[in-house]
T-cell receptor, first 117, second 114 residues
Framework: DTGVSQDPRHKITKRGQNVTFRCDPI?????LYWYRQTLGQGPEFLTY????????KSRLLSDRFSAERPKGSFSTLEIQRTEQGDSAMYLC???????????????FGPGTRLTVL | AQSVTQLGSHVSVSEGALVLLRCNYS??????LFWYVQYPNQGLQLLLK??????LVKGINGFEAEFKKSETSFHLTKPSAHMSDAAEYFC????????????FGTGTKLQVIP
């Protein structure tokens, strides 16, 4: 168990460019979540995958955002035509489906910090 | 709908003093509650979680929290602060049903003064 990993850790881009982030969850975790955290705020839910199916998207996820989890393992989050307001930390979390009550902890990756100039 | 409110965006304590970080939840059904810690430019690490088994929950690094339904609170405490406790702390909640996305509070930055 090597934990949730995210790549890159930092990304600086110019407004209007496209960026893509990758998340590798803990192996055998079938549930994967993306969150966005802006300065001085707590993380906010963006989207959720169960295996390869994207089952929920927040209204925060505008049409410039797209997320995939093609084989039910790693996931990518793409932002097209970036805007300065997209500058934030993007966090990925994963967990397994468990029948045990209370076994519901999400494990977070270190995040990708995006700066849009 | 669920929400979490953290009282105090910044808390300062002296090294060795009691740490108390406040969290109140709002939920139509009993929630699961968590406290996470975040160090600068790092992800979130789980300190402890409440899952309705016991109202007093002990976590890592000497932290504990008590679930009080009558007060809808889940305050985080530590008897004696260490310099290494300086970080940002997030209270969070989720439910047993649905997709179990986590709702976070706005965070409390803890400063420990030597």
């Amino acid at each position: 168990d090597t934990g949730v990993s995210q790549d890159p850790r930092h990304k600086i881009t110019k407004r209007g460019q496209n960026v893509t982030f990758r998340c590798d969850p803990i192996s055998e975790h079938n549930r994967l979540y993306w969150y966005r955290q802006t300065l001085g705020q707590g993380p906010e839910f963006l989207t959720y995958f169960q295996n390869e199916a994207q089952l929920e998207k927040s209204r925060l996820l505008s049409d410039r955002f797209s997320a995939e989890r093609p084989k039910g393992s790693f996931s990518t989050l793409e932002i097209q035509r970036t805007e300065q307001g997209d500058s934030a930390m993007y966090l990925c979390a994963s967990r397994r489906t468990s029948g045990r009550r209370g076994d519901n902890e999400q494990f977070f990756g270190p995040g990708t910090r995006l700066t849009v100039l | 709908a669920q929400s979490v409110t953290q009282l105090g965006s910044h808390v300062s304590v002296s090294e060795g003093a009691l740490v108390l970080l406040r969290c109140n939840y709002s939920s139509s059904v009993p929630p699961y509650l968590f406290w996470y810690v975040q160090y600068p430019n790092q992800g979130l690490q789980l300190l402890l979680k409440y899952t309705s088994a016991a109202t007093l929950v002990k976590g890592i690094n000497g932290f504990e929290a008590e679930f009080k339904k009558s007060e809808t609170s889940f305050h985080l405490t530590k008897p004696s602060a260490h310099m290494s406790d300086a970080a940002e702390y997030f209270c969070a909640s989720t439910h047993s049903g649905g997709y179990q996305k986590v709702t976070f509070g706005t965070g409390t930055k803890l400063q420990v003064i030597p």
